[in-house]
């Protein structure tokens, strides 16, 4: 008999977790009486949208269980990444959504799913059978997408209270390590220019916004955000805010 009812709870939850998820992912809609500057960073982040499912939530593993359906339901391999890139903006949006909700523990643990799904969608990338210009292009894609994630970030940066602060740069920290990552993949040197090209604007603006926030050496950081791990202070020595 309890079988029978979990059975038919399951196949109800199956049926409007569709919706669930649909509803979950609103854009953020830029107000026309919003200023250039205002309207300029909302176009970056109109694509982080404001999940209503969140780790710690009890339908979120509903959540994880459509999100496998549909990357198995998706036969062409691209497709099949494209979806990943989506799941790590979907990560990403989690984790702003708890910084920006004070839900620091659950953030920390939602930014080893962040990272997970970035090493995932880069091990498919690696995994494709195709020519090396296709793979870079797709590498140049997660590269653009997580360092505009960091653009994203900086923005909730200065919007949270003091105790979320330290959660959102160890979150850009992932978010680093994922571009450096990706950047590292691209073999192609055209490729690699263009997307320099594409995101110095961003990249300039992080590194000022690194310093702004006293991450200017080694013990600042460990001070200021914990003793991370090497492969974390490592992301930030690519950036060249911190010296070894």
Same mark, same amino acid.
């Given at each position: 008999?309890?079988?029978?009812?979990?059975?038919?709870?399951?196949?109800?939850?199956?049926?409007?977790?569709?919706?669930?998820?649909?509803?979950?992912?609103?854009?953020?809609?830029? /107000?026309?009486?919003?200023?250039?500057? !205002?309207?300029?960073?909302?176009? &970056?982040?109109?694509?982080? #949208? /404001?999940?209503? @499912?969140?780790?710690?939530?009890?339908?979120?593993? @509903?959540?994880?269980?459509?999100?496998?359906?549909?990357?198995?339901?998706?036969?062409?391999?691209?497709?099949?990444?494209?979806? *990943?890139?989506?799941?790590?903006?979907?990560?990403?949006?989690? *984790?702003?959504?708890?910084?920006?909700?004070?839900?620091?523990?659950?953030?920390?643990?939602?930014?080893?799913?962040?990272?997970?799904?970035?090493?995932?969608?880069?091990?498919?990338?690696?995994?494709?059978? *195709?020519?090396?210009?296709?793979?870079?292009?797709?590498?140049?894609?997660?590269?653009?997408?997580?360092?505009?994630?960091?653009?994203?970030?900086?923005? &909730? #940066?200065?919007?949270?209270? !003091? &105790?979320?602060?330290?959660?959102?740069?160890?979150?850009?920290?992932? /978010?680093?390590?994922?571009?450096?990552?990706? $950047?590292?993949?691209?073999? /192609?040197?055209?490729?690699?220019?263009?997307?320099?090209?594409?995101?110095?604007?961003?990249? *300039?603006?992080?590194?000022?916004?690194?310093?702004?926030?006293?991450?200017?050496?080694?013990?600042?950081?460990?001070?200021?955000?914990?003793?991370?791990?090497?492969?974390? $202070?490592?992301?930030?020595?690519?950036?060249?805010?911190? !010296?070894?």
């Amino acid at each position: 008999m309890i079988k029978k009812i979990l059975f038919i709870v399951l196949i109800i939850s199956l049926f409007y977790l569709p919706f669930i998820i649909q509803a979950s992912a609103i854009p953020t809609v830029i /107000s026309e009486t919003e200023t250039e500057t !205002e309207a300029e960073t909302e176009s &970056v982040i109109e694509q982080i #949208y /404001s999940p209503h @499912l969140l780790p710690g939530q009890p339908l979120y593993f @509903l959540k994880g269980w459509w999100e496998k359906i549909r990357l198995f339901l998706i036969s062409d391999p691209i497709g099949k990444i494209n979806y *990943s890139i989506n799941l790590i903006r979907a990560r990403l949006a989690e *984790s702003k959504t708890l910084l920006e909700q004070q839900k620091i523990t659950q953030a920390e643990a939602n930014n080893e799913r962040y990272q997970f799904q970035i090493n995932k969608t880069l091990e498919q990338i690696t995994q494709l059978k *195709s020519d090396s210009q296709q793979t870079d292009r797709l590498n140049a894609e997660v590269a653009e997408e997580t360092i505009r994630h960091q653009e994203v970030l900086m923005d &909730v #940066y200065g919007k949270v209270p !003091e &105790v979320a602060k330290q959660g959102v740069l160890n979150t850009i920290n992932r /978010s680093e390590q994922g571009y450096q990552q990706a $950047t590292n993949s691209i073999d /192609s040197a055209e490729i690699k220019e263009n997307l320099t090209k594409q995101i110095t604007q961003i990249k *300039s603006k992080l590194q000022l916004f690194l310093q702004n926030a006293g991450i200017q050496s080694r013990q600042q950081i460990k001070k200021g955000l914990g003793v991370l791990e090497k492969e974390t $202070t490592q992301g930030l020595e690519n950036l060249g805010i911190i !010296e070894d």
